[in-house]
Protein backbone atom coordinates (compact mmCIF):
# COMPACT_ATOMS: atom_id res chain seq x y z
CA UNK A 1 0.00 0.00 0.00
CA UNK A 2 1.50 3.40 -1.24
CA UNK A 3 2.08 5.60 1.90
CA UNK A 4 -0.20 9.07 1.50
CA UNK A 5 2.56 11.97 2.14
CA UNK A 6 1.90 13.88 4.84
CA UNK A 7 0.84 17.62 4.86
CA UNK A 8 2.60 20.50 6.23
CA UNK A 9 1.73 23.96 6.12
CA UNK A 10 4.24 26.71 7.02
CA UNK A 11 3.21 30.21 8.39
CA UNK A 12 6.15 32.34 8.59
CA UNK A 13 6.33 35.82 7.14
CA UNK A 14 9.75 36.12 6.66
CA UNK A 15 10.24 34.96 2.94
CA UNK A 16 13.91 34.17 2.73
CA UNK A 17 13.12 31.34 5.86
CA UNK A 18 9.65 30.52 4.80
CA UNK A 19 11.63 29.65 1.19
CA UNK A 20 14.27 27.78 2.34
CA UNK A 21 11.95 25.72 4.60
CA UNK A 22 9.60 24.73 1.81
CA UNK A 23 12.16 23.37 -0.35
CA UNK A 24 14.01 21.38 2.22
CA UNK A 25 10.73 19.65 3.57
CA UNK A 26 9.60 19.42 0.24
CA UNK A 27 12.40 17.80 -1.13
CA UNK A 28 12.00 15.34 2.25
CA UNK A 29 8.82 13.73 0.55
CA UNK A 30 6.34 16.25 2.03
CA UNK A 31 3.40 18.04 0.79
CA UNK A 32 4.25 21.95 1.75
CA UNK A 33 1.21 24.82 1.71
CA UNK A 34 2.29 28.03 3.09
CA UNK A 35 1.08 31.02 4.47
CA UNK A 36 2.35 34.58 4.92
CA UNK A 37 0.95 36.04 7.87
CA UNK A 38 -0.58 35.17 10.88
CA UNK A 39 -4.67 35.20 9.17
CA UNK A 40 -3.92 33.73 6.27
CA UNK A 41 -2.42 30.88 8.28
CA UNK A 42 -5.11 30.82 11.18
CA UNK A 43 -7.82 30.32 7.66
CA UNK A 44 -5.66 27.54 6.08
CA UNK A 45 -5.21 25.72 9.50
CA UNK A 46 -9.39 26.09 9.89
CA UNK A 47 -10.35 25.21 6.42
CA UNK A 48 -7.68 22.78 5.16
CA UNK A 49 -6.61 19.21 6.16
CA UNK A 50 -3.02 19.12 7.77
CA UNK A 51 -0.41 16.70 9.73
CA UNK A 52 1.69 19.24 11.13
CA UNK A 53 2.26 23.14 11.19
CA UNK A 54 5.31 24.55 11.36
CA UNK A 55 4.19 28.21 12.91
CA UNK A 56 6.48 31.59 13.45
CA UNK A 57 5.58 34.03 16.49
CA UNK A 58 6.46 37.19 15.46
CA UNK A 59 4.02 37.89 12.07
CA UNK A 60 1.35 40.73 10.84
CA UNK A 61 -2.14 40.67 11.31
CA UNK A 62 -1.93 38.42 14.08
CA UNK A 63 1.17 36.61 16.38
CA UNK A 64 1.65 33.23 16.12
CA UNK A 65 0.34 32.47 19.51
CA UNK A 66 -2.55 33.99 18.95
CA UNK A 67 -2.69 31.57 15.80
CA UNK A 68 -2.06 28.57 18.08
CA UNK A 69 -4.52 29.44 20.59
CA UNK A 70 -7.00 29.97 18.05
CA UNK A 71 -6.47 26.39 16.45
CA UNK A 72 -6.69 25.06 19.58
CA UNK A 73 -10.13 26.79 20.29
CA UNK A 74 -11.34 24.92 17.25
CA UNK A 75 -10.51 21.19 18.83
CA UNK A 76 -7.62 20.44 16.58
CA UNK A 77 -5.44 18.47 17.93
CA UNK A 78 -2.75 18.72 14.87
CA UNK A 79 0.99 19.40 16.06
CA UNK A 80 2.44 22.62 16.09
CA UNK A 81 5.74 23.18 16.17
CA UNK A 82 6.94 26.81 16.65
CA UNK A 83 9.86 28.34 15.00
CA UNK A 84 11.26 31.52 16.27
CA UNK A 85 13.54 34.25 17.70
CA UNK A 86 11.62 34.69 20.63
CA UNK A 87 13.47 32.45 22.75
CA UNK A 88 13.26 32.85 26.62
CA UNK A 89 12.08 30.41 28.56
CA UNK A 90 9.00 32.73 28.97
CA UNK A 91 8.09 32.69 25.56
CA UNK A 92 8.54 29.13 25.19
CA UNK A 93 6.10 29.06 28.25
CA UNK A 94 3.56 31.09 26.28
CA UNK A 95 4.06 28.84 23.43
CA UNK A 96 3.05 25.57 25.20
CA UNK A 97 0.40 27.38 27.27
CA UNK A 98 -1.44 28.14 24.45
CA UNK A 99 -1.10 24.45 22.78
CA UNK A 100 2.44 24.43 20.66
CA UNK A 101 4.26 20.56 20.70
CA UNK A 102 7.33 21.87 20.16
CA UNK A 103 9.71 24.65 20.08
CA UNK A 104 12.54 25.50 18.16
CA UNK A 105 14.57 28.89 17.98
CA UNK A 106 15.94 30.86 15.03
CA UNK A 107 18.50 30.40 13.59
CA UNK A 108 18.17 26.20 13.31
CA UNK A 109 19.44 24.04 10.94
CA UNK A 110 17.20 22.36 8.90
CA UNK A 111 18.11 18.98 9.88
CA UNK A 112 16.75 19.60 13.39
CA UNK A 113 13.90 20.75 12.13
CA UNK A 114 13.42 17.92 10.09
CA UNK A 115 14.21 15.28 13.08
CA UNK A 116 11.49 17.20 15.14
CA UNK A 117 8.68 16.56 11.97
CA UNK A 118 9.37 13.51 12.09
CA UNK A 119 9.03 12.66 15.64
CA UNK A 120 6.23 14.91 15.80
CA UNK A 121 4.48 13.00 13.12
CA UNK A 122 5.50 9.37 13.97
CA UNK A 123 4.29 10.36 17.45
CA UNK A 124 0.77 11.57 15.61
CA UNK A 125 0.43 8.54 13.72
CA UNK A 126 0.57 6.18 16.93
CA UNK A 127 -2.33 7.82 17.29
CA UNK A 128 -4.22 7.52 14.31
CA UNK A 129 -3.37 4.20 12.93
CA UNK A 130 -5.78 1.44 13.16
CA UNK A 131 -4.72 -0.44 16.28
CA UNK A 132 -5.95 -1.53 19.89
CA UNK A 133 -4.85 2.49 20.67
CA UNK A 134 -7.73 4.06 18.51
CA UNK A 135 -10.28 1.30 18.94
CA UNK A 136 -10.31 1.47 22.58
CA UNK A 137 -11.29 3.75 25.31
CA UNK A 138 -8.16 3.41 28.01
CA UNK A 139 -8.74 3.19 31.63
CA UNK A 140 -6.99 3.59 34.49
CA UNK A 141 -8.85 3.99 37.97
CA UNK A 142 -10.25 7.32 37.68
CA UNK A 143 -9.11 8.17 34.23
CA UNK A 144 -9.81 7.48 30.68
CA UNK A 145 -7.98 8.76 27.63
CA UNK A 146 -9.69 8.79 24.21
CA UNK A 147 -6.80 8.34 21.45
CA UNK A 148 -8.71 8.91 18.53
CA UNK A 149 -9.77 12.31 19.72
CA UNK A 150 -7.45 12.85 22.25
CA UNK A 151 -9.62 13.67 25.12
CA UNK A 152 -9.45 12.53 28.71
CA UNK A 153 -12.32 12.17 31.25
CA UNK A 154 -11.97 12.21 35.01
CA UNK A 155 -14.74 11.70 36.92
CA UNK A 156 -16.79 13.05 34.23
CA UNK A 157 -14.81 16.04 33.51
CA UNK A 158 -13.76 15.73 29.81
CA UNK A 159 -11.15 17.79 28.50
CA UNK A 160 -9.26 18.09 25.28
CA UNK A 161 -5.45 17.46 25.28
CA UNK A 162 -2.47 18.89 23.10
CA UNK A 163 -0.74 15.52 21.30
CA UNK A 164 2.19 16.13 23.42
CA UNK A 165 -0.28 16.38 26.52
CA UNK A 166 -1.62 12.85 25.51
CA UNK A 167 1.53 11.45 25.06
CA UNK A 168 2.70 12.45 28.68
CA UNK A 169 -0.33 11.47 30.38
CA UNK A 170 -0.03 7.62 28.15
CA UNK A 171 2.95 7.42 29.19
CA UNK A 172 2.57 8.02 33.11
CA UNK A 173 -0.56 5.58 32.69
CA UNK A 174 1.71 2.71 31.72
CA UNK A 175 3.54 2.92 34.58
CA UNK A 176 0.84 4.26 37.15
CA UNK A 177 1.40 4.15 40.99
CA UNK A 178 5.76 4.14 39.93
CA UNK A 179 7.44 7.52 39.67
CA UNK A 180 8.45 7.48 36.10
CA UNK A 181 12.26 9.76 35.63
CA UNK A 182 12.29 12.70 33.18
CA UNK A 183 14.74 10.87 30.98
CA UNK A 184 12.19 8.17 30.12
CA UNK A 185 9.35 10.85 29.72
CA UNK A 186 11.85 12.82 27.21
CA UNK A 187 12.50 9.44 25.49
CA UNK A 188 9.16 8.07 24.87
CA UNK A 189 7.74 10.95 24.27
CA UNK A 190 10.11 13.15 22.07
CA UNK A 191 12.41 10.04 21.37
CA UNK A 192 15.38 12.33 22.32
CA UNK A 193 16.90 14.21 25.02
CA UNK A 194 18.49 17.69 25.98
CA UNK A 195 18.82 19.56 29.47
CA UNK A 196 16.85 22.68 27.64
CA UNK A 197 14.15 19.80 26.81
CA UNK A 198 13.60 19.41 30.24
CA UNK A 199 12.65 22.35 31.06
CA UNK A 200 9.78 21.86 28.13
CA UNK A 201 8.85 18.56 29.98
CA UNK A 202 8.07 20.38 32.96
CA UNK A 203 6.11 23.32 30.98
CA UNK A 204 3.91 20.61 29.30
CA UNK A 205 3.34 18.53 32.47
CA UNK A 206 2.37 21.95 34.28
CA UNK A 207 -0.31 22.72 31.09
CA UNK A 208 -1.33 18.92 31.72
CA UNK A 209 -1.98 19.33 35.16
CA UNK A 210 -4.35 22.48 35.09
CA UNK A 211 -6.31 20.53 32.73
CA UNK A 212 -6.81 17.21 35.02
CA UNK A 213 -6.61 19.00 38.14
CA UNK A 214 -9.41 20.54 39.90
CA UNK A 215 -7.08 22.52 41.48
CA UNK A 216 -3.21 22.24 39.70
CA UNK A 217 -1.50 23.87 42.82
CA UNK A 218 -2.57 20.68 45.09
CA UNK A 219 -2.84 17.56 42.67
CA UNK A 220 -4.56 14.20 43.24
CA UNK A 221 -3.82 12.57 40.42
CA UNK A 222 -0.16 14.14 38.38
CA UNK A 223 2.52 14.25 41.69
CA UNK A 224 5.67 15.49 41.44
CA UNK A 225 8.63 13.45 42.56
CA UNK A 226 11.77 15.11 43.83
CA UNK A 227 14.88 14.26 41.82
CA UNK A 228 13.34 11.59 39.93
CA UNK A 229 9.81 13.23 37.98
CA UNK A 230 6.69 12.63 37.93
CA UNK A 231 4.22 9.35 38.89
CA UNK A 232 0.51 9.16 38.31
CA UNK A 233 -2.03 7.59 40.69
CA UNK A 234 -5.19 6.57 39.27
CA UNK A 235 -7.46 7.63 41.89
CA UNK A 236 -7.25 10.88 43.50
CA UNK A 237 -5.16 11.03 46.31
CA UNK A 238 -5.51 13.65 49.53
Known amino acids: MTEIQKRILIIDDDDEIRELLEFDIASSGYFVDIAKDGMEGLNKALNNSYDLILLDVMMPKMNGFEVCKNIRQAKLSIPILMLTAKGTIDD???GFD??????????FDI???LLRIRVLLRRNNVQVEASPLSDEVLRCGDIEIFPESLECVIVNRRVKLTPTEFEILYCLMQ??????TLATLLDEVWGYD???DVRMLRVHVGGLRNKIEVNAKSPKYLHTVTNVGYKLTPFAQE
Not at 175 to 180: A, D, G, K, L, R
Open 98 to 107: CGADDYLVKP
Open 194 to 196: SNE
Open 92 to 94: KTT
Open 175 to 180: HFNNSV
Open 111 to 113: QEV
